[in-house]
């Protein structure tokens, strides 16, 4: 069995199909590069949605394959052999199984040791979505073998490559927002909010589902002729589909959830204390040093925090910039958001982050609508004229747009005496604490007693 899988990896187009698989899917990979960049579980995203392309492709090589053996006439000439017939046929098939398989696989490996290059966080979780879509894969290869056996036409792989495609997202657009029909297309619409979120337990079973149907609906079809293996084929093929219709549920709550492992905290030695989530930890050593000159500029405070640590999400992300700022930090701690600049693959503006405010931008209050006053603030601490933060949509441009208020404010502040100032700022930092909308009149001088 061993030799006959041998001679059909060099006989047949399996090779030509890997090669194919592999191409499109490290292009559809690298292209990503800038989200999932350090990031596992988002990598897993990535990988997942490739699904979307390279199902078809997998069907029309199976095509060829099925087309060769009608075409050849070798079917007939297996025929006369008197083995049973899914004997005959499983060397082939095998031989595409295993092409299809080890190129998916390539490009996640790959692709998780340049992750691991940088001493990212790598989960067992995040293996689950890629073995289960080698499933998929060799499933579509199968029935499109099986098809081609059926149908010799030059054709029939575009043709079946095309349905694939025009299948998936046609059912979806049909179904329309929060329709179940959403789940036909293997292409993943709804991107992880967070670095902590994992494919859910049941999106992967739906994907599961469809590729036990498809694997068996192959095998079936090659197995034999009679009416009753055709019928379990076409079974198999429809509980595949329904599964993967019928178990998922559509939108982000149905596709993510939080990894548990990726989400715990670790953190640095000494003090004061900095903690990152584990998905993160890769950027401790740098995000510590950065986090420990906020603290350092907030001790200059009365009461201030003697711990930072990341900003986390208790629930799945929604896309809502607001969710940012709504958990609360436990006493004593300051919280900051940790965003990674793709260009540069370094956490950006820990110690502004944690400065902002006197270290309330993110103390569960909601977003302010005063962007300005605590940038002076933090500009104080930190004994600069001004303070940038990065974000991941404008990068520093809505930032810089301020600039010239910033540093205005920071002026006329230490244009005062040093007790006013620290007075002020203080000020400012207890009416953010309360959760005042406006908070420029703390900092002037101009707030209600």
């Known amino acids: 069995m061993i030799r006959q899988v041998r001679i059909e990896l060099r006989r047949s187009n399996a090779p030509a199909v890997a090669v194919l698989l592999l191409a499109v899917g490290a292009l559809g990979t690298a292209s990503m590069y800038s989200f999932w960049q350090g990031q596992w579980l988002r990598l897993g995203y990535v990988h997942a949605s490739d699904v979307f392309f390279l199902m078809p492709l997998a069907l029309a090589g199976g095509a060829v394959l099925g087309r060769r053996d009608r075409r050849t006439r070798a079917e ?25 398989a080890a190129a998916h696989l390539l490009v996640l490996a790959a692709s998780a040791a340049v992750v691991a290059s940088g001493g990212a966080h790598l989960g067992v979780r995040g293996l689950a979505g890629p073995l289960i879509d080698v499933l998929v894969l060799v499933g579509a290869a199968w029935v499109g073998v099986a098809v081609g056996r059926l149908w010799s036409s030059p054709l029939l792989p575009p043709l ?17 927002t929060g329709s179940r029909l959403m789940n036909a297309s293997l292409m993943i619409s709804w991107p992880p909010d967070t670095p902590w979120e994992t494919l859910s337990d049941r999106l992967l079973l739906s994907r599961l589902v469809l590729g036990a149907g498809l694997v068996l609906a192959g095998l ?9 293996t055709r019928a379990g084929a076409a079974a198999s093929l429809a509980g595949g589909v329904a599964g993967l ?22 953190c640095a030695d000494g003090t004061p204390q900095v903690c990152v989530t584990a998905v993160n930890a890769h950027l401790l050593p740098e995000v510590t040093t950065e986090a420990r000159r906020g603290l350092h500029a907030l001790a200059k405070l009365p009461n201030a925090p003697t ?15 607001e969710q940012w700022h709504r958990p609360k930090p ?78 205005a404010g920071v002026r006329q502040l230490r244009a005062l005496p040093e007790p006013e100032q620290l007075r002020r700022v203080t000020a400012l930092r207890d009416a953010a604490a309360r959760c005042e909308p406006d908070l420029m009149p703390a900092l002037t001088g101009r707030a209600a007693p």
């Open 76 to 100: 007939e000439l297996m025929n006369s052999t008197g083995r049973p017939r899914w004997q005959r046929a499983l060397p082939a098939m095998a031989a595409l199984g295993v092409a299809v």
């Open 160 to 176: 079946l490559a095309a349905a694939g495609l025009v299948a998936q997202e046609g059912t979806a657009m049909l179904g329309g």
């Open 330 to 407: 436990t006493p004593g701690t300051v919280q900051f958001h940790l965003e990674v600049d793709p260009d540069t693959g370094r956490a950006a503006d820990v110690a502004e982050r944690i400065a902002m405010g006197g270290g309330t931008r993110w103390s569960g209050c909601g977003r302010s609508g005063d962007d300005i006053a605590p940038a002076i603030v933090a500009a104080w601490l930190l004994d600069t004229d001004t303070v940038r933060l990065w974000d991941s949509w404008t990068g520093y441009r809505y930032a810089d747009e301020q600039q010239e208020e910033i540093r």
């Open 307 to 321: 711990r930072a640590v990341e900003l986390r999400l208790d629930t799945i992300g929604s896309n809502d910039s």
């Open 220 to 228: 079936l079809l090659a197995a034999g002729r009679s009416w009753l």
């Open 245 to 266: 219709l019928l178990i998922g549920v559509p939108g982000p709550a149905g596709i993510w959830q939080l990894d548990a492992e990726a989400r715990r905290y670790v």
